[in-house]
């Protein structure tokens, strides 16, 4: 089945900083891939999404990019604000299902 | 438009009691999920539906069950509750299936099993 990694597990970044955050995933039928923000307590919030005809999303201050060939996507966050500080899943779609990441908490430092 | 709306937000649980958990969407969603999401980590999908009386399991279905007779309801029912069903729980929906459109979840329930 799909599996899909995620790095790194925690991520700590100076207000201002850019944060990177990978993912792996591992079956080539996956087809779109969406990632979501948690704040401690809160419900997952869909931040943005990529599908696999599309190589680079962005909005705003937030980007995503996906290679196909290496099955491997990335979210790129900008000018970080503290508001920014969550945990954030990537998920690979495979079927009607969505499989996650086991979740990377950033921080960012006033 | 209240999306997706899961009751009760906390519930604690006695060893071998029983319970459901309820789910309800307004959207006219045809996809359902339940996720479970143990402290640190990330989602783990127990079951799921693709519409009205259609069920399938996911990654984690033991000691679970669901049902789905309407299109906003999907219920998730422990039969016999065990500590390692301690977790947050989160219903989803999606208008079409994973990999089409995005899944809007609940607030999510939280239960401890003591």
């Known amino acids: 089945g799909e599996n899909v990694e995620q790095h790194p597990s925690t991520l700590s970044v100076q207000e201002g900083d850019s944060a990177v955050i990978k993912c792996t995933y591992s079956?080539?039928?996956?087809?779109?891939f969406p990632w979501y923000k948690q704040e401690l307590g809160k419900r997952p919030q869909l931040i943005i999404d990529?599908?696999?005809?599309?190589g680079e999303k962005k909005d705003q201050r937030i980007a995503v990019t996906l290679n196909k060939t290496a099955k491997h996507f990335s979210l790129h966050i900008t000018e970080t604000q503290p508001e920014d500080s969550a945990v954030y899943f990537c998920a690979a779609a495979l079927g009607y299902k969505l499989i996650f990441g086991s979740g990377t908490r950033l921080l960012v430092r006033p | 438009n209240a999306g997706v709306t899961q009751t009760p937000k906390f519930r604690i649980l006695k060893i071998g009691q029983s319970m459901t958990l309820q789910c309800t969407q307004d959207m006219n969603h045809n996809y359902m999920y339940w996720y479970r999401q143990d402290p640190g980590m990330g989602l783990k999908l127990i079951y799921y539906s693709v519409g009205a009386g259609i069920t399938d399991k996911g990654e984690v279905p033991n000691g679970y069950n669901v049902s789905r007779s309407t299109t906003e309801d999907f219920p998730l029912r422990l039969e016999l509750a065990a500590p390692s069903q301690t977790s947050v729980y989160f219903c989803a929906s999606s208008y079409t299936g994973g990999d089409n459109q995005p899944q809007h979840f609940g607030d999510g329930t939280r239960l401890s099993i003591l």
């Open positions: 990529i599908r696999s005809n599309v």
């Open positions: 079956d080539s039928a996956s087809n779109y």
